[in-house]
């Protein structure tokens, strides 16, 4: 099956600080979602973006379908950022998704 | 508009017994799929319900099994549970490709 790989798994920053969240896939996907989880275990879509560019506020997200990768940019962190970032694919006429290992933001003051 | 609806919140069962858990998809969506979350990982398909019938399965043994009434609403049951059936159990409704998760049901077996 497909395999999905996130980086970096952790990630600790100042508030105000901006970072970039990477999603690495191994075969062609027609479904690309990215995900806030909270500290209560709600999953948040954030973009649904199997190519292209979306911004929404301060998220915004990029796909290169060609290279099966994905990025997410956050910009002026806040401490409610903190959670963790799931990228999950599907591939084919599969609508399953397959989610990557996350990574785990920490905002601090 | 009422977003996925999951119950219970929380559960505790002990080992050898049943659970079944209850999901309400989003208004207008058709499709539920059901994922467990393991602590410290990301979710893994367990099946995806359409049209009462299950479409698809991930690799799960046959103690999971669901059901989709008329509705669009649907069940997980988990027979015999053991200890590593422990996790959060999310529910995910869809009209299409994007899907829209529940907040789970966080399921302890002791």
């Known amino acids: 099956g497909i395999q999905v790989e996130q980086s970096p798994p952790d990630l600790i920053l100042q508030e105000g600080a901006n970072s970039t969240l990477r999603c690495n896939f191994s075969?062609?996907?027609?479904?690309l979602q990215w995900f806030h989880q909270n500290p209560w275990g709600q999953l948040i879509n954030l973009f649904y973006?199997?190519?292209g560019t979306k911004q929404n506020g301060r998220l915004s997200a990029t796909t290169v379908a060609t290279e099966r990768y994905s990025l997410l940019y956050i910009s002026s962190s806040q401490t409610t950022d903190s959670g963790v970032y799931f990228c999950?694919?599907?591939?084919?006429?599969?609508?399953?998704?397959?989610f990557g290992t996350g990574t785990r933001l920490q905002v601090t003051l | 508009d009422a977003g996925v609806t999951q119950s219970p919140t929380h559960l505790i069962k002990t080992r050898g017994q049943q659970v079944t858990l209850r999901c309400s998809p989003k208004?207008?969506?058709?499709?539920v799929s059901w994922y467990q979350q393991a602590l410290g990982q990301g979710p893994q398909f367990i099946f995806q319900?359409?049209?009462?019938?299950?479409?698809q399965r991930g690799n799960f043994p046959d103690r999971f099994s669901g059901h989709q009434f008329p509705n669009y609403s649907s069940e997980l049951n988990v027979n015999a549970l053991l200890l590593g059936d422990s996790a959060l159990y999310l529910c995910?409704?869809?009209?299409?490709?994007?899907?829209?998760f529940g907040a789970g049901t966080r399921l302890s077996v002791l």
């Open positions: 995910a409704s869809s009209l299409g490709d994007f899907q829209y």
């Open positions: 075969d062609s996907v027609n479904n």
């Open positions: 973006i199997p190519s």
């Open positions: 999950a694919v599907a591939t084919g006429t599969a609508s399953k998704l397959t």
């Open positions: 208004s207008g969506h058709d499709t």
């Open positions: 319900y359409y049209e009462e019938e299950e479409r």
